[in-house]
């Protein structure tokens, strides 16, 4: 059986699930420049640039200590409506909705974006399906909402941010997988399937797909002189010379760039 082409019929016709066209793969070396940025740094250079509702709120890093930098790949639940869809089926209905579909869809590099609305009764995901995406190349899992099975994903070793761990399954409460590759939200910030997300021990920070080079030209220059800048502090600099780069701190950090090996 096909699995891949059977829907989910509902009444008036309504079909699940609801899917968008795939994304296109983030350039390795635009995702490599990346690497070197914090979130903090994105987050205030985005603001600068005037993108402000990019940091995803209330999670946490359930890896401390990890860092990704990946294209969203994006599932969306929604409330439950008993005559469209449910959980009193699970094992069933689950493995025809967006849940599956969207792992399917993984690409190498990416990172999965849940909008589960915050819900602290619903598992996403378990052990299964991040054993399945991690095989697929998926780099880590931001969910706005819980996960299960957490004594086995652990080892698997995926950093996920999310609100926490449940019992639950995905559809056991009052939501239920209803689309991917979609718009989603996750903490009143927007989420565009191909969007850069960048995710670390301070948080989450979602970079427009079509703005990362930009930001990435920037970042790299602040982290530089923040480089420049840490070895004068720690060193017992003037603080108003070197923090931020007054003008002759700033001549002084170009002819520290210039000679650096």
Known sequence: MDYKNVKLIAPAGLTLPI?????????TKLIHSLQRVSTATASAELHRMGIRQT????LRNFHPGTKIVGSAVTLQFMPQREDVASGMDQEHKEKFSAL????????????????AWGHTHTGVVGEMLTTYFKGRG??????????????????????????????NYASQDKLFPWAYNV?????NVLVLPGDIIIADDDGIVCVPEKMAPQLAEIALDHEDWE?????????????????PLNEEGHAEYLTWKANRP
């Open 183 to 187: 718009p989603v939200a996750l903490s």
């Open 100 to 115: 599956w579909h969207v792992f399917t869809s993984v690409q190498p590099g990416d990172v999965l974006m849940v909008q």
């Open 138 to 167: 998926g780099i880590g899992m931001v969910i706005d909402g819980c996960f299960r099975d957490w004594p086995n994903i652990q080892p698997i070793g995926t950093p996920i941010w999310a609100r926490a761990s449940t019992p």
């Open 55 to 58: 940091y995803i709120e209330g």
């Open 19 to 27: 899917n968008g066209p795939a994304h296109q793969p983030a350039d």
């Open 227 to 243: 480089d420049f800048s840490r070895i004068k502090l720690a060193e017992g600099g003037d603080l108003f010379k070197y923090y």
